[in-house]
């Protein structure tokens, strides 16, 4: 009859369990994770192999409870523990409500209209300047009107959606001239 890897272990395990046991404690800082690495450790003995004999079963089961222990605690600094679990769900959820929303969708919907009121050309030129960020040079060569015309249509257009949508309109076209930049410094 032979007598295998696992049996042996098991064996072993069951004859010098509390000497394990201590031996784990101090290595590992805490009786309970000893004792679960060893409860572990028997789970797995019926996996080993019987390729090569164990020559020593006492410190094959040490060093596998001592590496599944470890693989434990590896595994366990990944996960999050209660307080930062507490911290992320402190954080403020800057996403609109749905009133905010609503809302939104309402003015959005109102500029819509009031964007449609527009003249095709200058309602072009409106979404090519604000949506398309298209210089105004761009735009002229684009429509065949000059840069002045350009401007004109952007100021008629802003005047108008101000209107519609009761806002006011706070827009300067072109560059600071040097006279005005001279005096801000």
Not at 96 to 109: V, W, Y
Request: hydrophobic fraction near 40%; glycine fraction near 4%; charge should be positive.
């Amino acid at each position: 009859m032979s007598y295998s890897n696992s049996k042996s272990l098991r064996d072993v395990l069951a004859a010098d369990y509390e000497s394990l046991a201590r031996r784990l404690t101090r290595c590992l800082g805490s009786p309970d994770v000893a004792r679960e690495a060893l409860h572990e450790a028997f789970v797995r003995a019926d996996r080993v192999s019987d390729a090569v004999p164990v020559r020593s079963p006492v410190d094959y089961l040490f060093r596998m409870a001592l590496n599944l222990a470890k693989d434990h605690r590896k595994s366990e600094r990944r996960l999050l523990n209660a307080s930062e679990i507490e911290a992320i769900l402190a954080l403020p959820d800057e996403r609109p409500g749905p009133a905010a929303e609503f809302e939104a969708r309402i003015e959005f919907e109102q500029f819509e209209k009031a964007l449609s009121e527009l003249p095709p050309r200058k309602r072009d030129v409106f979404i090519c300047a604000h949506l398309d960020l298209m210089p105004h040079r761009d735009i002229a060569k684009r429509f065949g009107i000059n840069v002045r015309t350009v401007e004109f249509d952007l100021q008629h257009a802003m005047e108008h959606l101000s209107r519609q949508l009761g806002r006011k309109v706070i827009r300067r076209f072109g560059p600071r001239g040097p006279a005005q930049s001279d005096r801000s410094g």
